[in-house]
Every structure is written in C-alpha cells, then in structure tokens.
Antibody
Framework: EVQLVESGGGLVQPGGSLRLSCVVS????????MSWVRQAPGKGLEWVAN????????YYVDSVKGRFTISRDNAKNSLYLQMNSLRAEDTAVYYC????????????WGQGTLVTVSS | DIQMTQSPSSLSASVGDRVTITCRAS??????LNWYQQKPGKAPKLLIY???TVQGGVPSRFSGSGSGTDFTLTISSLQPEDFATYYC?????????FGQGTRLEIK
C-alpha cells in the first residue's frame, strides 16, 4: 500500500522558518518525481514545488521562489520542504504528493500538515 | 502561466442525477488535464488523468472528455459518496495550476 506521511507543521511567526518532511512507503521512491501542494484554509489547491527522481531538477511557483527549497533523500524515502521567510499568506495545509513530472499527475497524496504563520 | 477556470463554482444535485463540471484553460494544454475529488478534511484523490483515463479503483460513473482548452468531468448517476469538491489541474507546463474548485452539494 502506498503511504505518504507528512510532519513538521506548526505555528511560526512571520519571517520564521519551518522544515516539512514526508516519509513514503509502498513504492520505489527514487523512481518518481515528487511534489508539494498546499491549500490555504477554505481555499483551493496550489502546487508549490516539485523535484526530479535524482534531485537534479526542481521547480517552484513564483510566490515561494527564493524562500522555499524542496529536497529529497532517496536513502531515507523522504521528501522535504524547507520554508524560510514565512509570510501570513503561506498559512495552509501542505500536502506531499507523488508525481509532478511534466504532463503527469498527482496519483497519491499524504494526509497533509498544517502550517500557520501568525504572530 | 496557465489559468484554469471551473464552472460552476457550486452545484446542487440529487442522488441519481447526471452532473457535468466544466474546466477551461487560458491556453491550449492538449490533453494534459487531471481531475481530483476532495472531501472535507481529507486529501485530494485522483479521479481522471490525461483528460479521460479513469484512475484505478474509481467507479465507472466518472468520465472525462475534452481537448485543447475545454474539458468536462461527468458523473453519470450521482451517489451519496460523490458529494464533494472537484478540482481540475493542468500538467502541461509549470507552474502546474488548479481550477478554483466546484462544490457539489446535495439538493
């Protein structure tokens, strides 16, 4: 069974940092692109970033470029999102999703982890 | 960047009804259009990918069609478990973008 489990969310002050993690099981992690998708409270879905199987390519939505960094550790079956200079508008549930290759799809999702940016 | 627009934003329907949700892209995305279902407090679930391919385990009452800029998701006979929010998503180019969602409610 494919499983993706996020952790690391919480309350952080504006300007602060947080690192999200996603541990996966049930599939060969190093053969898939992976992504982060977020959802602000009561709002729709927004793709945040993706990363190639070997970590050699990463892409970001403009609103997080220069502040967020996606990475992965294939030996640990883990995906990460380092979030710096956090803003109130980054408040959202962050989902780890399998997929993100161009012309592809997000076929499995974690349960999400809530990030709240507030003073 | 490609903008995705869904209509309607909300829809009331009854069990057994046939329902169609429309998604329009701001430029051609060929057939690279996916549909997701999301229930309150849950993660999205992939229903259909590449416009019309139904994901494994998804009931056959769900179908998709379209190409270029105009796409539809059809539920042939609504079941109680289908009341949820539906999102389209283009995977033609980054930044990948989603529609704003269509909330399907019980009439």
């Amino acid at each position: 069974e494919v499983q993706l489990v996020e952790s690391g969310g919480g309350l952080v002050q504006p300007g602060g940092s947080l690192r999200l993690s996603c541990v996966v099981s049930g599939f060969t992690f190093n053969t898939y692109w992976m992504s982060w998708v977020r959802q602000a409270p009561g709002k729709g879905l927004e793709w945040v970033a993706n990363i190639k199987q070997d970590g050699s390519e990463m892409y970001y939505v403009d609103s997080v470029k220069g502040r967020f960094t996606i990475s992965r550790d294939n030996a640990k079956n883990s995906l990460y999102l380092q979030m710096n200079s956090l803003r109130a508008e980054d408040t959202a549930v962050y989902y780890c999703a399998r997929g993100g290759v161009i012309r592809g799809r997000f076929d499995n999702w974690g349960q999400g982890t809530l990030v709240t940016v507030s003073s | 960047d490609i903008q995705m627009t869904q209509s309607p934003s909300s829809l009331s329907a009854s069990v057994g009804d046939r329902v169609t949700i429309t998604c329009r892209a701001s430029q051609s995305i060929s057939s690279y259009l996916n549909w997701y279902q999301q229930k309150p407090g849950k993660a999205p679930k992939l229903l259909i990918y590449a416009t019309s391919t139904v994901q494994g385990g998804v009931p056959s009452r769900f179908s998709g069609s379209g190409s270029g800029t105009d796409f539809t998701l059809t539920i042939s006979s609504l079941q109680p478990e289908d009341f949820a929010t539906y999102y389209c998503q283009q995977s033609y180019s980054t930044p990948y973008s989603f529609g704003q969602g269509t909330r399907l409610e019980i009439k």
